[in-house]
């Protein structure tokens, strides 16, 4: 049974403002002349959408800022109407565009129920017989008869999830309220919603930028990106394919937030050539996987001759927190450098950094330990995540391979 | 229009409630609290009554203040709950963002709660008829058709006007204007009577007399208030001559405006 279909869905919107008198004036008068008028440019804000939720299927919708979530939900809602494309629902909608819309501050915690439940469609002897339930959720019974202005922010949004949730509906949909209140509160939020979702076999559609999630909560999801269904299906593939592509946006702005930003110190006396980033296979690349090997190869040209110069390469990440580095001091016989090109490469047999964009360092000093050369943010490359990445735990720097031993201490 | 009347139907409850938010809201923290809804008729009943004693307007034999009462009760209640049926949409934006009911429901809600409103001028009336002992008459039954006659004209303005409000803002600037100018060439200070002396009677624009009249009655508050002002304190039926006009008019504009306000509904959210 399908509880939502959506079919072929644009919704388009004019740029800029809306035309006041003297423009009008002015097309007019061009128009009369017989010339061209300068229309105001379209926007897609979705383009050509098609899908269908099946009753009870609980569907995760992510994307970037602006792929068009915000806009789909508007137009199952109702809120606004599509360019073209048709949609079919079957069963009554729960907006949940924003909890707490509506919300007037003159009146108690008592008339906004009131208020609130009557704009989400619920009627008066649903919100009577509800009440008790309503206020005791959101732990206000103190508070339900002084006047809203006087709540806290958390206060307003514990009342206003609670009226939301209580609408028994078809259908609900949810944009980003899951993380409202205090730590205990978002716990009670989540199991309600896990209620809603489980034991009722509500359709739900929830909109997130939390991954982790929609993967917990849904058992499809939709990636949007720039008013496209980009992918459909299974939560863990659709969601590694976003964390890839966000690493990737991450990196694509900082390596040209980064590629000016070389910062060079020099005597003169060497100068960098070419600096390239190998792969194990000592194949010049811009990206790696991480934990596999990293070479780097500096090729420098000498203007007059060094002898046993000490040559550091390093890594740094784009806001300068130094990850690693060798010295060619380490080296028992370096060689001298005559004057001509030389070629050094380093390598560490595993990079275990996370996906993320790294720099390149160079140092150069001569036998005496003087600085002939050094440069920061040489050369930008990118560290892409291990498959399965969506698994992982975000809040790391390193990836460590680690064993697990769990339940078998003797 | 029958998908009008299940809506408002289906949505009575929201109605209600909202036309409960507007009344509590605007009452909130007001030491008068209800009481401004009559000062604003009294007051102006006062102060025309003080002007009449200079210029002298015949008010025949109905004494001159409860006169003119009867006529600003209807006029205080078209005026307000148009203006604020105009304001509705453009006023509630954070809702019409958010949650999707049929956008008629803002105009019609604000022309509802102006109803409380003049519900409680009644109590002024009464009290008014007493002091100046005149007995309610049986004529007095045609009161609810009045006022539901005024509502539609009410919202006639009013569904357009909160459509173009979305659109345009000019109409919160133009419309105070519009309306004050509307009264005076509706019989609020004056009676309809005097109007119709001068022109059918005296013919005092030759042989533009009767058409002026014709155009004088298409403004539905000329009707509404000769009829208000016969059934409640002449005791007689209403002057279907003064009221016709008007009523096509209306019938003519409702659904027109009512079909425009549907139709521009689907991009409020996108323009407002």
């Known amino acids: 049974m399908t509880a939502i279909e959506v079919n072929h869905l644009t919704k388009e919107y004019r740029l800029g403002a809306l035309a006041g008198l003297k423009d009008n004036l002015l097309n007019t008068a061009a128009r009369l002349r017989g010339r061209e008028v300068q229309r105001r440019a379209l926007f897609k804000a979705l383009d050509d959408v098609s899908f269908s939720v099946d009753k009870g299927e609980v569907l995760g919708i992510i994307g970037h800022n602006g792929a068009g979530k915000s806009t789909l939900l508007k137009v199952l809602a109702r809120i606004t109407t599509a360019t073209s494309g048709s949609i079919k629902v079957d069963g009554r909608i729960a907006p949940l565009i924003e909890v707490g819309a509506g919300f007037i501050p003159d009146f108690t915690g008592r008339e906004n129920v009131y208020l609130n439940g009557a704009i989400m469609g619920l009627s008066k002897k649903e919100i009577d017989t509800k009440f008790d339930e309503i206020v005791a959720f959101a732990e206000m019974e103190e508070f339900i008869d002084t006047p809203v202005k006087r709540y806290s ?68 999801v939709i990636m949007m990106d720039g008013g496209k269904v980009a992918s459909d ?69 000498c203007h007059r001759p060094l002898e046993k110069p000490e040559i550091v390469v390093g890594t740094h990440t784009t806001d300068f927190i130094y990850l690693s580095a060798g010295s060619t001091a380490v080296l028992d016989d370096r060689p001298d450098f005559t004057a001509g090109t030389h070629v050094v490469k380093y390598r560490v047999p595993s990079f275990p950094m996370v996906a993320g964009a790294y720099c390149v360092r160079v140092s150069i000093f001569d036998s005496n330990g003087r600085l002939v050369l050094s440069g920061e943010t040489l050369k930008t490359f990118t560290v892409v995540p291990l498959p399965g990445e969506a698994k992982h735990p975000p809040l790391r720097t390193l990836h460590l391979p680690a064993a697990w031993d769990i339940n078998n201490v003797e | 229009m029958s998908t009008f009347f299940t809506d408002l139907y289906q949505y009575r409850e929201l109605m209600f409630t909202l036309a409960w938010k507007n009344i509590a809201l605007r009452y909130k923290q007001a030491y008068l609290g209800i ?89 002024i009336l009464a009290a008014l008829m007493l002091w100046y002992q005149m007995a309610p008459t049986i004529y007095f039954l045609w009161i609810p058709l009045i006022i539901a006659y005024t509502v539609l004209v009410a919202l006639t303005i009013s569904l357009a006007g909160a459509a173009v409000n979305v659109y345009y803002r000019d109409i919160k600037s133009a419309l105070p204007v ?49 009829a208000f002002q016969s059934v409640a304190l002449r005791g007689t039926a209403p002057d279907f001559s003064s009221l016709v006009p008007g009523l096509i008019a209306t019938l003519i504009l409702l659904p027109l405006s009512y079909r425009y306000f549907k139709r521009a509904e689907t991009y409020f959210a996108d323009v407002i």
């Open chain 2, 35 to 123: 009481a401004w809804a009559i000062l604003k008729p009294v007051m102006l009943m006062l102060i025309f009554t003080l002007v009449r004693s200079f210029v002298g307007i015949d008010s025949g034999d109905i004494p001159y203040p409860i006169l003119v009462f009867a006529a600003l009760m209807p006029w205080t209640f078209f005026q307000e709950s148009t203006a604020d049926g105009v304001n509705s949409v453009v006023g509630n934006t954070t809702l019409v963002k958010k949650i999707y009911f049929p956008r008629e429901i803002f105009p019609i809600t604000a022309v509802m709660t102006k109803l409380v409103e003049l519900g409680i001028n009644f109590v």
């Open chain 1, 153 to 220: 922010s958390g206060m307003q949004v514990k009342l206003a999830f609670s009226v939301a949730t209580s609408i028994e509906s078809e259908i609900l949909i949810v944009d980003e309220v899951l993380a409202v209140g205090d730590l205990a509160f978002q716990r009670k939020c989540f199991d309600r919603m896990e209620e809603l979702i489980k034991s009722q076999g509500r359709t739900v559609l929830i909109v997130s930028h939390n991954i982790r999630q929609v993967i917990r909560m849904c058992n499809r």
């Open chain 2, 178 to 226: 519009l309306l004050s100018l509307l009264m005076y060439v509706s019989p609020v200070i004056y009676p309809l009577h005097l109007v119709k002396e001068k022109l059918l009677v005296q013919q005092a624009a030759g042989d533009w007399s009767n058409a002026l009249y014709l155009l004088y009655t298409c403004n539905p508050l000329a009707g509404i208030i000769d």
């Open chain 1, 233 to 301: 299906g299974d939560p863990l593939q659709v969601t590694e394919l976003y964390y890839n592509q966000s690493n990737q946006r991450i990196q694509q702005n900082q390596h040209e937030a980064t590629a000016e930003n070389a910062r060079i110190q020099s005597s003169g006396e060497v100068e960098l050539l070419e600096i390239n980033v190998l792969d194990g296979n000592e194949n010049i690349t811009e990206e790696i996987v991480s934990g596999d090997s990293l070479g780097i190869s500096v090729k420098l040209l």
